[in-house]
């Protein structure tokens, strides 16, 4: 009797044990899915998609509502359907946050092919295809491709031309200046579209430096039509010509940039800062007058056909109105606020008196072409 009796007092402990670690175990399960419930998801790594777009792809796997489990189990995800993305990495920020980050497919360029947009990582690599063209990534014509495989490279024609691309892709996006189109022609030199406006590279050489200079003067160009000519820029040569549309009556002035430029340095007086220490950058002279920014051949190109910037005792500030002979010129139509009227940046003889006009005979113009 006393055998049995402990036998029953032992179940019911071992059955209180057991409730007892059900009840605990219970409740640490309860804890552990309300404190780690995510209740906020960031998103990172997309241009393309949505927050809630990449949420609704990324998180479709069981226990993503949960901040731990959701890393623990699905800290990476490959797609093999989703457009320009490769697939999205999860993780914790906090016990209710995580993050998940897109694997974007990296595309350089595109070119048209059939009736799609078949677009290539830097390698050649065909990546996506679309109906659609994405204006964020550069569009290439002239790049002759015999047929596309996805995943493989693109049979392009022209060993040089792929480096090109990327080069300039490359370019395109440190300088945020997207053409509207890129084409090479059959000798494989290089024009590129903005609105209006055609910008003539030439052949693959000195890209950075014909850029940077394409950077400074397109702003000045808006609303303008004709065609910017860089192909002779060099290590010695730093001449572009804008050839504009103005039409019948229109008359281009002729500029030489690389004169200009280092006739204006030459009479630039600054290089001192407001305590007047000389950097040889600062905006005022060693007697502390404002004199304008250092001029540099961005600046002068920049300028279009205005010869002005200088003051009456010949030296440059940038915001004089005359030009380097002490001719009236005016302020700087280039920086006019509202652009100034379409056509009318090359003629500055309405304002002038007869003996100024004097000075813009046939000899100072080209009559077809304005040089920066």
Request: glycine letters at 10%; charged letters at 25%; hydrophobic letters at 30%.
């Amino acid at each position: 009797m006393k055998s049995l009796k402990m036998k029953l007092i032992y179940r019911k402990h071992k059955k209180a044990i057991w409730g007892a670690l059900g009840a605990v175990l219970l409740a640490g399960l309860v804890f552990f899915f309300s404190y780690f419930h995510v209740t906020n998801v960031e998103v990172m790594g997309t241009t393309r998609y949505s927050d809630e777009e990449i949420k609704t792809m990324a998180l479709q796997g069981a226990f993503t509502d949960n901040s731990v489990l959701a890393v623990l189990l699905h800290s990476r995800v490959d797609v093999q359907d989703v457009p320009f993305v490769e697939g999205f990495n999860i993780t914790s920020l906090s016990h209710n946050s995580i993050c998940v980050s897109v694997r974007e497919k990296k595309a350089v360029g595109c070119i048209p092919y059939l009736d799609s947009y078949v677009y290539f990582d830097r390698n050649g690599t065909f990546i996506e295809s679309s109906k659609n063209r994405d204006e964020l990534v550069p569009f290439f014509d002239g790049i002759e491709v015999s047929h596309v495989i996805k995943g493989e490279k693109l049979p392009i024609k022209g060993s040089s031309v792929l480096t090109t691309a990327v080069a300039l892709s490359t370019i395109f996006q440190k300088n945020n200046a997207i053409p509207d189109h890129i084409e090479f022609d059959a000798n494989y030199q290089i024009t590129l579209t903005y609105g209006d406006v055609k910008v003539m590279l030439g052949k693959d050489e000195y890209l950075e430096d014909k850029m940077t200079r394409v950077s400074a003067i397109l702003p000045k160009l808006s609303g303008k039509k004709g065609i910017l000519h860089l192909e002779n820029v060099n290590d010695n040569s730093k001449t572009i010509t804008f050839e504009q549309d103005l039409g019948e009556d229109g008359i281009i002035q002729s500029v030489d940039t690389a004169a200009a430029y280092e006739n204006a340095l030459a009479n630039w007086h600054g290089g001192y800062d407001e305590e007047g220490d000389y950097t040889g950058e600062g905006e005022y002279d060693e007697n502390l007058n404002y004199v304008g920014p250092k001029p540099t051949e961005e600046s002068i190109a920049a300028n279009g056909s205005w010869l002005g910037g200088y003051m009456e005792d010949g030296s440059y500030t940038g915001y004089g109105q005359l030009d380097k002979d002490g001719n009236y010129v005016g302020p700087n139509p280039n920086e006019n606020s509202d652009g100034g009227d379409e056509g009318d940046t090359t003629d500055y003889t309405e304002d002038y008196s007869d003996t100024q006009e004097e000075d813009y005979n046939e000899e100072d113009y080209s009559g077809d072409e304005e040089e920066y």
